[in-house]
């Protein structure tokens, strides 16, 4: 019995030492990854290439807002019975 619990320590060891590799060479592939050259160069000449300069925002048309009293807030102030019945069951037998 004694012999069973060791290995499996033994297991949960080898295990865990594993795991922490490769979490460990995740995050190094990946750091690695987004510090090299080519992704720096790839990042940058997308935000040269995206040029705003050029476009002209003073000919754009101005739209008027055609949502003017779509919404109706029902707040239930409005209610003037002061004997309103609450209950969460109530609402199920409808």
């Given at each position: 019995m004694f012999l069973y619990r060791k290995k499996c320590n033994v297991m949960k060891k080898i295990?865990?030492?594993i795991s922490?590799?490769?979490i460990i060479t995740?995050?190094?592939l990946i750091i690695n990854y987004y510090f090299s050259n080519s992704h720096i160069e790839m990042i940058?000449?997308?935000?040269n290439n995206y040029d705003i300069k050029n476009l002209n925002m003073t000919d754009l048309p101005v739209i008027e807002s055609d949502t003017k009293g779509v919404i109706e807030y029902n707040t239930g102030y409005n209610i003037k019975s002061k004997n309103f019945k609450r209950s969460f069951w109530e609402l199920?037998?409808?």
């Open positions: 295990i865990n030492i922490l590799l490769f995740f995050f190094f940058n000449l997308k935000r199920f037998k409808n």
